[in-house]
């Protein structure tokens, strides 16, 4: 099957700085591509780089044609959603007025929506600002899966909440990348071995590693210790999460 996004020869820039060089991977047109490395290799970067966030040259094609020239709003347009890292939500609009806000298409998937969150649905007249960080990235996803995307391009959806919650999130991805191809930046090893199909692991601002299997690559230690600086074997033990400086120093990012 044609991968859903293309991406060769990118290197981005920001102010001035090269943060990634020479970046080449394809996102398959199902399931989840999880997108790995240690804090500051590029990874948020990456996914800016795509949609035209910050400066890039190279290529990437969408479902087979070239969008790297075009503006992110067309790229957007053609279906790229982009769940960003922070969760940003308008704190003093209801929930419902988040979603409402959020919607592009002419026939908004909202049966979707209310079937993933029924959770949203009972606070839809809640302020976004009051709920919880779960709650808020739960917004976060449903606004983007309201609308008919070719992929989803979600980072750390998972960062800073408690593992109920995580748990909650991950199942949702799960659902939801029944419906959309996603790119997936998750620091938290579980979640990955969990959701991801193939994986793209980046190092000093480079590809370092790509593995059809992400389960194939965590289960290798050598290689896990030596790219996320951390191995967990899979049995819940308590490991810190990549790029937290166990293991070696994070490499220079490429300039
Ligand atoms: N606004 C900015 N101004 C200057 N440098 C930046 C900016 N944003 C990111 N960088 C630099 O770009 C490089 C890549 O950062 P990026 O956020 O893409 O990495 P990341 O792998 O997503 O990290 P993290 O896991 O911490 O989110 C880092 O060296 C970072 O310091």
Same mark, same amino acid.
Do not use: W
């Given at each position: 099957?044609?991968?859903?996004?293309?991406?060769?020869?990118?290197? /981005?820039?920001? @102010?001035?700085?090269?943060?990634?060089?020479? %970046?080449?991977?394809?996102?398959?047109?199902?399931?989840?591509? /999880?997108?790995?490395?240690?804090?500051? %290799?590029?990874?948020?970067?990456?996914?800016?780089?795509?949609?035209?966030?910050?400066?890039?040259?190279?290529?990437?094609?969408?479902?087979?044609?070239?969008?790297?020239?075009?503006?992110?709003?067309?790229?957007?347009?053609?279906?790229?959603?982009?769940?960003?890292?922070?969760?940003?939500?308008?704190?003093?609009?209801?929930?419902?007025?988040?979603?409402?806000?959020?919607?592009?298409? @002419?026939?908004?998937?909202?049966?979707?929506?209310?079937?993933?969150?029924?959770?949203? %649905?009972?606070?839809?007249?809640?302020?976004?600002?009051?709920?919880?960080?779960?709650?808020?990235?739960?917004?976060?996803?449903?606004?983007?899966?309201?609308?008919?995307?070719?992929?989803?391009?979600?980072?750390?959806?998972?960062?800073?909440?408690?593992?109920?919650? %995580?748990?909650?999130?991950?199942?949702?991805?799960?659902?939801? /990348?029944?419906?959309?191809?996603?790119?997936?930046?998750?620091?938290?090893?579980?979640?990955?071995?969990?959701? @991801?199909?193939?994986?793209?692991?980046?190092?000093?601002?480079?590809?370092?590693?790509?593995?059809?299997?992400?389960?194939?690559?965590?289960?290798?230690?050598?290689?896990?210790?030596?790219?996320?600086?951390?191995?967990?074997?899979?049995?819940?033990?308590?490991?810190?999460?990549?790029?937290?400086?166990?293991?070696?120093? /994070?490499?220079?990012?490429?300039?």
């Amino acid at each position: 099957m044609k991968p859903i996004l293309n991406i060769a020869g990118l290197n /981005a820039f920001i @102010a001035g700085q090269q943060v990634i060089e020479d %970046v080449s991977f394809s996102v398959p047109a199902t399931g989840i591509t /999880a997108l790995l490395g240690r804090n500051g %290799v590029g990874k948020t970067s990456t996914i800016k780089a795509i949609i035209g966030l910050i400066g890039r040259t190279g290529t990437v094609e969408l479902d087979g044609q070239r969008i790297e020239k075009e503006e992110t709003h067309r790229i957007i347009r053609r279906g790229v959603g982009y769940v960003p890292e922070d969760r940003e939500v308008f704190s003093k609009l209801t929930v419902a007025e988040n979603l409402k806000l959020a919607e592009r298409d @002419a026939h908004p998937r909202r049966q979707l929506v209310e079937e993933l969150f029924p959770d949203l %649905v009972k606070r839809s007249g809640q302020l976004a600002g009051t709920l919880s960080g779960g709650q808020q990235q739960m917004v976060s996803l449903a606004r983007a899966l309201l609308n008919e995307n070719k992929v989803l391009l979600i980072d750390e959806p998972t960062k800073g909440l408690a593992p109920k919650i %995580v748990q909650e999130v991950a199942d949702t991805l799960a659902q939801a /990348a029944a419906t959309v191809p996603i790119l997936l930046v998750e620091q938290n090893l579980q979640v990955v071995r969990q959701l @991801a199909d193939g994986a793209v692991v980046l190092s000093g601002g480079r590809v370092a590693h790509t593995a059809d299997s992400a389960a194939d690559f965590l289960a290798d230690e050598d290689l896990t210790r030596r790219l996320l600086g951390v191995h967990d074997d899979g049995a819940g033990a308590a490991a810190p999460a990549a790029g937290s400086g166990a293991g070696e120093p /994070a490499p220079e990012v490429a300039r």
